[in-house]
């Protein structure tokens, strides 16, 4: 119900209210970044979804995911169809629906190698920073380098972690109890590790406030997000007056 003061009317006079989070697998990022942009009438924009999608489409197309100017090419080329509306999540390439394809474990255990393409990656975040924009600028981005990299000018910078048991048992309800809970962790483990080498995730960057949600249920951290969402927009208004 507290949620209701801060229905989309409240930032109605913000001509763009960008926020940005970043965080580690695991973090509740996706699921909560999806429930603020709902409740606050912001779109919504996963580019790990992004990355799996590309990762989707070069295994489709058999392109070599060592060949780097093979995967930027592709990361150029492909017809990725990218929703932002956080009730209805769109993910299609060409046409074909690919939400659940890109959760399977042959994307997940390749996304890593993708995401070190450094050319694959400026192809992403031009097409990321196109979504921001044609959004009206209202939008919550989530992702590994949206604060540091993708939109360092957002107008609210959020780094959302949590213990890294936090993390895995959270990753565990996610996959389902069918996995073994050792190999579960060591992957998850592996592809923080990969990824960390491209962006740091872990510690907060100048400006970007840290959510630590390990002891945060699912509505206490969409709480937790939206009140720093709150503080940081009234202080931009403090600051002009
Ligand atoms: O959040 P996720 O698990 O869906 O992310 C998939 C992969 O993409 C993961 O290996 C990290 C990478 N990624 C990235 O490098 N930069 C982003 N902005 C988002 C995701």
């Known amino acids: 119900a ?9 930032f109605c006079t913000n001509p ?27 779109a919504y924009l996963d580019t790990g979804a992004m990355y799996r999608a590309l990762t989707w489409w070069c295994l489709e197309a058999s392109v070599d995911l060592d060949d780097e100017d093979a995967v930027a ?48 990656r400026d192809a992403l975040i031009g097409r990321q920073r196109m979504e921001i924009v044609s959004n009206g600028r209202r939008i919550v981005a989530e992702g590994r380098d949206i604060t540091t990299v993708v ?20 990753r565990g309800e996610q996959i389902g109890a069918t996995g073994d809970e050792d190999r579960l962790k060591l992957e998850v483990a592996q592809r923080d590790a990969a990824d960390s080498k491209v962006n740091n995730f ?10 630590d949600s390990t002891e945060l249920d699912f509505d206490q951290t969409v709480q937790a997000v939206i009140d720093v969402i709150r503080t940081t927009t009234a202080q931009h208004h403090g600051e002009k007056s």
């Open 2 to 10: 507290g949620s209701l003061m801060l229905g989309s009317g409240e």
């Open 16 to 42: 763009g209210l960008v926020v940005a989070v970043d965080g580690p697998s695991g973090s509740g990022k996706s699921s909560v970044s999806r429930e603020v942009a709902n409740r606050l009438g912001l």
């Open 73 to 120: 090419s592709a990361a150029n080329d492909f017809q990725l169809q990218m929703g932002t509306d956080p009730i209805v999540e769109t993910i299609m390439v060409g046409g074909i629906d690919i939400r659940e394809a890109i959760r399977e474990a042959r994307v997940t255990e390749n996304v890593s190698a993708v995401a070190k393409n450094q050319k694959a």
């Open 151 to 170: 939109a360092p000018d957002a107008s609210v910078r959020i780094l959302l972690t949590a213990s890294e048991e936090a993390r895995m048992k959270r």
């Open 202 to 211: 872990t510690e907060a960057a100048g400006g970007v406030t840290l959510v």
